[in-house]
């Protein structure tokens, strides 16, 4: 029988005598990855086999969870495992082998990052539900604020959406919700970690976005550059072409107009031909009846020459005829590929154009953004408010008289299909999702969502981003639709 001894930050695993130790794993383990940087080792203390692990943590996330947690380090704290769990399965090691108690997984202050032990057994484990034990973590929590809360739902409706768990989806989906993370972490010297909160990275934060826009200026002008250059070197080819063309054109123009030159000539030819035999058959049959035989058949000899010369002057006329239609088919696709070659060149030249103006738009955004003033501080959060299901108040529509039970901790209202918990069928003013009602505390608060046509409590404007209490019997209008707000008892 095992069991697990904690000392200080020191763990210590009991292990019998045959257990066998896979060191494949344990060195894997023991090489930091991912953010993990505890180490394991076998020790033999008194003639009794362990495995020994120093973890490089500050507190165990049980003791975490005890206290309200904001959004943004929830978030550092799956994110964490997530990240983790992949680089488990990369270096092919078992996730089943991990301890999932969150006894023992620590979390270090530095960077929030959560330190996993891993047990290096050559045996089998079996299967274990990580997104069970993920959506078990975030029900244990205590949440400090409504984004909090939000937070905590779309990683449970992700679960939800995903029966199969996949390791690196979800470390995608994790790295999404990271990306709108106020919490900036940044490294600092001798690879140690510097931990900005919403309350002082601001100034940061501004400075972090104007330099990663400068960056993507400059690497916007850099491809309009490249791309002006692409298509200057495009609009030189097609000149080249133009001019080919253009030459071709008048190759084709000149041996059609020397063509046509052969053509009148043969033609002039063949009629004095034609009219040379005409004579020369008249000839013939007026001296037919008083010449001698000799005259006849000399006179009979010039017809069939005749003959034949004309019917060869029509064959070189045919021929010329034909030279002129191929030169002027020439003509035309020269005439064709320089239209063509000038069009792109003309579109080239816009194109360069607009990609520089871009660039120009870029570099000028990128310096108002590190010339601004600091942004504005984010909404006051809501502490030591914990998550509390006891009363579920009804919301009823005064035009139709419909009535919903509020049963969520985040009830999200609007007219979109998806993603709303109650939908306003048959008005258009209403926005997909307008706004938010949450609980906490047993207290329920308003809260509009950059709606287009506001939100209103007992006739007064409630703000985007800014949690208003709802009393009993509030008249709760979103746009020009009123709803009754009730607490049932």
């Known amino acids: 029988m095992t069991q697990i001894l904690k000392d200080s930050i020191k763990i210590e695993y009991k292990l019998d005598q045959v257990t066998p130790i896979s060191k494949y794993e344990m060195n894997a383990y023991n090489v930091p990855f991912a953010g993990n940087t505890s180490m394991c080792r076998e020790v033999f203390v008194k003639g009794e086999r362990k495995l020994e692990f120093s973890i490089d943590g500050d507190m165990s996330l049980s003791k975490i969870m005890q206290k309200p947690v904001f959004r943004d380090e929830l978030v550092e704290y799956i994110f964490s495992i997530s990240k983790q769990l992949v680089s488990v399965i990369q270096n092919g090691l078992a996730p089943e082998k991990v301890v999932w108690d969150t006894n023992y997984m620590y979390v270090?202050?530095?960077?929030f990052s959560i330190q996993l032990l891993y047990l290096p057994f050559e045996s089998k484990f079996d299967k274990k539900d990580i997104g069970e034990f993920v959506k078990s973590i975030l029900s244990g929590f205590v949440y400090a604020h409504t984004p909090a809360i939000e937070c905590a739902n779309q990683i449970v409706d992700y679960f939800n959406d995903h029966r199969e768990f996949d390791a690196f989806h979800f470390n995608e989906f994790v790295s999404d919700l990271r990306a709108s993370s106020q919490l900036l972490i940044i490294q600092g010297e001798k690879g140690k970690s510097k931990v900005l909160t919403s309350n002082d990275n601001n100034k940061e934060l501004a400075i972090h976005k104007a330099e990663e826009a400068a960056r993507k200026a400059e690497e916007a002008r850099m491809q309009a550059?490249?791309?002006?250059?692409?298509?200057i070197e495009e609009a030189k080819y097609q000149a080249e072409v133009a001019r080919q063309a253009e030459e071709t054109r008048m190759k084709a123009e000149a041996a059609?107009?020397?063509?046509?030159?052969?053509?009148?000539?043969v033609t002039a030819e063949a009629k004095d031909y034609e009219q040379t035999a005409v004579l020369t058959a008249?000839?013939?049959?007026?001296?037919?009846?008083?010449?001698?035989?000799?005259?006849?058949?000399?006179?009979e000899e010039m017809f069939r020459n005749a003959e034949e010369e004309r019917i060869r002057a029509e064959k070189v006329s045919s021929q010329y005829a034909d030279e002129i239609r191929r030169a002027r088919e020439q003509e035309m696709h020269a005439e064709e590929a320089r239209m063509q070659a000038e069009f792109a060149a003309r579109k080239n030249a816009e194109e360069a154009k607009r990609q520089a103006g871009l660039a120009k738009l870029k570099a000028e955004e990128a310096k108002r953004l590190s010339e601004q003033p600091d942004e504005e501080p984010p909404t006051t959060l809501f502490s030591n408010r914990t998550l509390v299901t006891g009363s579920k108040p009804t919301l009823t529509r005064k035009t139709t008289g419909e009535s919903v039970q509020i049963n969520k901790q985040v009830f999200c209202i609007g007219k979109a299909d998806q993603g709303v918990d109650y939908k306003v069928t048959g008005n258009?003013?209403?926005?997909?999702?307008?706004?938010?009602?949450?609980?906490?505390?047993?207290?329920?608060?308003?809260?509009?969502?950059?709606s287009t046509n506001h939100t209103f409590l007992n006739g007064t404007q409630v703000y985007s981003n800014v949690d208003v209490a709802i009393p009993d019997n509030s008249v709760i209008r979103l746009s020009n639709e009123e709803f009754i707000f009730r607490i049932n008892s």
């Open 108 to 111: 270090r202050f530095s960077d």
């Open 225 to 231: 550059e490249n791309e002006v250059k692409r298509q």
């Open 256 to 265: 059609r107009v020397e063509a046509e030159i052969w053509r009148q000539k």
């Open 282 to 299: 008249q000839d013939m049959y007026s001296y037919q009846g008083n010449s001698d035989d000799s005259e006849r058949l000399k006179a």
């Open 428 to 450: 258009k003013s209403i926005s997909r999702r307008h706004a938010y009602i949450t609980s906490i505390n047993g207290t329920h608060y308003l809260r509009d969502n950059n």
